[in-house]
């Protein structure tokens, strides 16, 4: 028939490859809170996500000042070896990263423009942030396989996501393709006064099941201004509960098949 040796080997060995990643997929076991051990990559001792998640008994480690820098050299390899010692024993790995982004801040912008010191102290903060995401990209890459998944998010208007100003956000956009935004008022996000904040969040992740997330203000007429109000813009830096609620599922997802980490 004309068909040579070589083309029905290789034709062979994509088909035996393609079998053993789908037999893999159906083996895996799904994860569970208890299954998995999260990685919550930037966070305050007052996080919903950790406590809730230790609450429904998973186990987790926070990578925050002082026991974890997320800014030293040796984070990298820290958090790789947590994640493979958990992987190793059969658990499931999730990563969920949310940078300090005070430095790409919209009123950091503004701000910025008359004042050469504060411009100055801006470019400063970024330059860390950059470098706090290229240790994440690392991270990410490193941990391939159908054990680990990882998501980041940032507020939506964030500069951090202008690809001109942080080139490194294009190849942690290649590693993290499903992307939804989602608005803190449709998951119940109030001030003191119970009015609701419009917080936009944009996050990126490795798992499609992320999309569950896109949840947007279903109508509220007023909404809390977060503007020279800095004790509250740090408080929903914490998510509120029903976010975290809706959030941990979502993050149990499975990574998409044919999605690179390498």
């Given at each position: 028939h004309n068909v040579r040796p070589k083309f029905i080997h290789r034709v062979l060995k994509q088909e035996i490859a393609r079998k053993a990643e789908v037999c893999t997929a159906q083996a895996q076991t799904k994860p569970t809170v208890q299954t998995t051990h999260l990685i919550e990559y930037c966070c305050g001792n007052n996080s919903l996500l950790m406590k809730n998640w230790e609450r429904q008994g998973g186990k987790g480690t926070r990578v925050s000042l002082p026991q974890l820098d997320a800014e030293g050299p040796k984070i990298v390899q820290r958090i790789v070896d947590i994640a493979k010692k958990e992987i190793r024993q059969g658990r499931h790995v999730r990563m969920h990263v949310a940078l300090p982004c005070k430095s790409w801040s919209k009123i950091g912008r503004i701000g910025a423009v008359p004042n050469?010191?504060?411009?100055?102290?801006?470019?400063?903060g970024q330059r860390k942030s950059r470098k706090m995401l290229k240790h994440v990209i690392e991270?990410?890459?490193?941990?391939?396989?159908?054990?680990?998944?990882c998501s980041f998010e940032w507020p939506e208007g964030c500069d951090g996501f202008d690809l001109k100003k942080c080139p490194e956000m294009r190849e942690l956009m290649k590693l993290l393709p499903f992307d939804t935004r989602c608005h803190g008022c449709a998951y119940g996000l109030v001030d003191d006064n119970k009015t609701p904040i419009k917080k936009p969040w944009r996050i990126l992740s490795s798992c499609s099941s992320i999309k569950q997330m896109g949840h947007k203000c279903p109508g509220h007429?007023?909404?809390?201004?977060?503007?020279?109000?800095?004790?509250?813009?740090?408080?929903?830096?914490?998510?509120?509960?029903?976010l975290v609620r809706k959030l941990i599922p979502a993050l149990l997802g499975l990574p998409a098949r044919g999605v690179r980490l390498t």
């Open positions: 050469p010191e504060t411009a100055k102290t801006i470019k400063k991270i990410i890459k490193k941990l391939q396989g159908g054990h680990f998944a007429k007023d909404h809390a201004q977060l503007v020279g109000r800095p004790k509250l813009l740090s408080r929903t830096e914490n998510y509120c509960p029903r």
